[in-house]
């Protein structure tokens, strides 16, 4: 077959997400808002909802009245303890209402469905953890105390079933609450281009005033995100060019333009720094920690009328619910080490929407089945450009690994991320696979070696050898750095 005649996406990419190449304005709301394209990637379809149907006015109330301080610069209910009692005295069970969240033909309005999660979610979060903020705002070296360990009928069972209708943990995650689903824009006009027209829809604290450092926290994930139409077709080129024999050509086209790609989310991910304030993030953080794992809640959360009134543990909202590093992991078969930090990741699956979870586990399904890994290494211009890639993982990872340290380790002895992972160890567990792999790559295919003769064009190895030189030396002295850096913190914390 001719380039040109290469079938892209493959029949089998088409029959697993018939949608991947769809106008998103053309997507029923019966889908789940985060049915991916090659246009809005890992985002929803649309922007999401900033109001509620008419039924939902009670819960929108309260979302819109709680942050610390308002749209209109007032005080919140949170700012003044308050929010339980409201909860409590102005909110019904709503369950009924989510049932009749159906489209003309009858099927789930998903798309709303996940907007009155978001705001359940919201308010959730909130019920819970504000006798923590209330114990971390008034002495902030005393931890943050206990938090309610139950959660409401009123606020539990709407939210329990629209989780249940999603097809997602009925907890707080990162892309159908947080983050992903939690954006609108000043002008439509602009839409995502400009970073400054992206705003929030709810917060906890400050996050309504665009420039606040919880905004930035927030939108900076959504400036990155919106470069990952390009990601995913990026991916698809590779795994699905590889299936159907095309030439080597084909597979490097699908790997440059990831690396185009990852070379614009990470210029937005560098600007973390400026818009989120590593001063400022521990306040508004106190409302994002989940249950797992956390010291303010041991024994759990009981959901009044759901699953007999047992205590219910969910791990809470995480960055590291993103799917860009994980889709270039599988892709790139990326082995992570058996550990508990690994199963860790395992479980942070769970909390990524739907069509997330299925098109991860496609690419890694598909990775392995035709061996990405071991095709990409047997050229050395592949075999660049793979290691590039894997390189982009690493610079990443690395500097999730600096905002942690910056952000949270040097500020808080808190010994668990959001999400219930441990804080110092948990991010170079994965940090230092991919390191591994990459000196792996590189030592048995490319670097040069006594006594061994060059299988190919030994100028050509030698050429692309001299590529990846400075990149290989930088990734052998960093892994050292990070070892040294995780032993010092967990020396220091007694871990």
Same mark, same amino acid.
């Given at each position: 077959?001719? $380039?040109?005649?290469?079938?892209?996406?493959?029949?089998?990419?088409?029959?697993?997400?018939?949608?991947?190449?769809?106008?998103?304005?053309?997507?029923?709301?019966?889908?789940?808002?985060?049915?991916?394209?090659?246009?809005?990637?890992?985002?929803?379809?649309?922007?999401? %909802?900033?109001?509620?149907?008419?039924?939902?006015?009670?819960?929108?109330?309260?979302?819109?009245?709680?942050?610390?301080?308002?749209?209109?610069?007032?005080?919140?209910?949170?700012?003044?303890?308050?929010?339980?009692? #409201?909860?409590?005295?102005?909110?019904?069970?709503?369950? =009924?209402?989510?049932?009749?969240?159906?489209?003309?033909?009858?099927?789930?309005? $998903?798309?709303?469905?996940?907007?009155?999660?978001?705001? !359940?979610?919201?308010?959730?979060?909130?019920?819970?953890?504000?006798?923590?903020?209330?114990?971390?705002?008034?002495?902030? *070296?005393?931890?943050?105390?206990?938090?309610?360990?139950?959660?409401?009928?009123?606020?539990?069972?709407?939210? !329990?079933?629209?989780?249940?209708?999603?097809?997602?943990?009925?907890?707080?995650?990162? #892309?159908?609450?947080? +983050?992903?689903?939690?954006?609108?824009?000043?002008?439509?006009?602009?839409?995502?281009?400009?970073?400054?027209?992206?705003?929030? @829809?709810?917060?906890?604290?400050?996050?309504?005033?665009?420039?606040?450092?919880?905004?930035?926290? @927030?939108?900076?994930?959504?400036?990155?995100?919106?470069?990952?139409?390009?990601?995913? +077709?990026?991916?698809?080129?590779?795994?699905?060019?590889?299936?159907?024999?095309?030439?080597?050509?084909?597979?490097?086209?699908?790997?440059?333009?990831?690396?185009?790609?990852?070379?614009?989310? *990470?210029?937005?991910?560098?600007?973390?720094?400026?818009?989120?304030? %590593?001063?400022?993030?521990?306040?508004?953080?106190?409302? /994002?920690?989940?249950?797992?794992?956390?010291?303010?809640?041991?024994?759990?959360?009981?959901?009044?009328?759901?699953?007999?009134?047992?205590?219910?543990?969910?791990?809470? *909202?995480?960055?590291?619910?993103?799917? /860009?590093?994980?889709?270039? =992991?599988?892709?790139?078969? /990326?082995?992570?080490?058996?550990? %508990?930090?690994?199963?860790?990741?395992?479980?942070?699956? +769970?909390?990524?929407?739907?069509?997330?979870?299925?098109?991860?586990?496609?690419?890694?399904?598909?990775?392995?089945?035709?061996?990405?890994?071991?095709?990409?290494?047997?050229?050395?211009?592949?075999?660049?450009?793979?290691?590039?890639?894997?390189?982009? @993982?690493?610079?990443?990872?690395?500097?999730?690994?600096?905002?942690?340290?910056? !952000?949270?380790?040097? $500020?808080?002895?808190? %010994?668990?991320?959001?999400?219930?992972?441990?804080?110092?160890?948990?991010?170079?567990?994965?940090?230092?696979?991919?390191?591994?792999?990459? @000196?792996?790559?590189?030592? =048995?295919?490319? +670097?040069? &070696?006594?006594?061994?003769?060059?299988?190919?064009?030994?100028?050509?190895? #030698?050429?692309?050898?001299?590529?990846? *030189?400075?990149?290989?030396?930088?990734?052998?002295?960093?892994?050292? &750095?990070?070892?040294?850096?995780?032993? $010092?913190?967990?020396?220091?914390?007694?871990?």
């Amino acid at each position: 077959m001719t $380039r040109t005649q290469v079938p892209y996406p493959s029949p089998t990419t088409l029959k697993r997400f018939p949608h991947i190449h769809d106008d998103p304005s053309s997507i029923s709301h019966s889908l789940d808002p985060f049915t991916i394209t090659t246009k809005t990637g890992f985002l929803p379809y649309e922007t999401a %909802p900033v109001e509620l149907p008419e039924a939902f006015s009670a819960l929108l109330s309260l979302v819109n009245r709680l942050p610390v301080v308002r749209l209109d610069g007032k005080p919140g209910l949170l700012a003044t303890y308050e929010l339980g009692p #409201a909860v409590k005295a102005e909110l019904t069970d709503l369950t =009924d209402e989510v049932e009749k969240l159906v489209l003309p033909d009858g099927s789930p309005d $998903r798309f709303t469905i996940a907007a009155v999660f978001r705001d !359940y979610t919201f308010l959730a979060s909130s019920y819970l953890l504000e006798p923590c903020w209330e114990h971390w705002n008034k002495d902030p *070296e005393g931890g943050y105390g206990l938090g309610r360990d139950v959660l409401p009928q009123s606020v539990a069972r709407p939210m !329990y079933r629209c989780a249940e209708i999603l097809n997602l943990p009925p907890f707080m995650s990162y #892309a159908a609450s947080y +983050a992903l689903f939690n954006y609108t824009v000043a002008d439509p006009a602009k839409g995502l281009s400009e970073y400054s027209n992206l705003r929030l @829809i709810r917060s906890f604290e400050k996050g309504l005033d665009p420039k606040s450092s919880e905004a930035g926290f @927030i939108l900076t994930h959504v400036d990155m995100v919106k470069e990952t139409g390009s990601l995913v +077709a990026g991916v698809l080129k590779v795994v699905d060019s590889l299936e159907q024999h095309a030439s080597r050509q084909e597979i490097n086209d699908g790997y440059r333009e990831i690396l185009k790609t990852m070379e614009k989310i *990470e210029a937005s991910m560098e600007d973390m720094w400026g818009n989120s304030k %590593p001063s400022e993030y521990l306040s508004f953080r106190v409302f /994002i920690f989940g249950i797992t794992n956390q010291s303010m809640f041991p024994n759990g959360v009981i959901y009044e009328g759901c699953e007999d009134n047992k205590p219910l543990n969910f791990r809470g *909202e995480s960055g590291a619910n993103d799917s /860009i590093i994980p889709l270039l =992991d599988h892709l790139c078969e /990326i082995p992570m080490p058996e550990t %508990p930090l690994t199963k860790i990741l395992h479980e942070f699956r +769970a909390y990524r929407p739907l069509p997330h979870r299925e098109f991860l586990t496609y690419i890694r399904e598909k990775s392995e089945e035709l061996g990405v890994q071991k095709y990409s290494i047997q050229d050395s211009e592949t075999a660049v450009l793979f290691l590039r890639t894997l390189n982009h @993982i690493r610079s990443f990872r690395w500097r999730h690994w600096l905002f942690a340290r910056e !952000y949270i380790i040097r $500020r808080t002895p808190h %010994p668990t991320a959001t999400g219930g992972s441990p804080i110092v160890t948990w991010l170079p567990n994965q940090l230092s696979a991919v390191m591994e792999l990459m @000196i792996k790559v590189y030592d =048995d295919n490319l +670097a040069p &070696k006594d006594g061994v003769a060059v299988v190919g064009n030994e100028d050509l190895i #030698a050429s692309h050898r001299k590529q990846v *030189e400075p990149m290989m030396e930088l990734v052998r002295d960093q892994k050292e &750095k990070l070892a040294r850096e995780v032993e $010092r913190w967990c020396q220091e914390r007694g871990v």
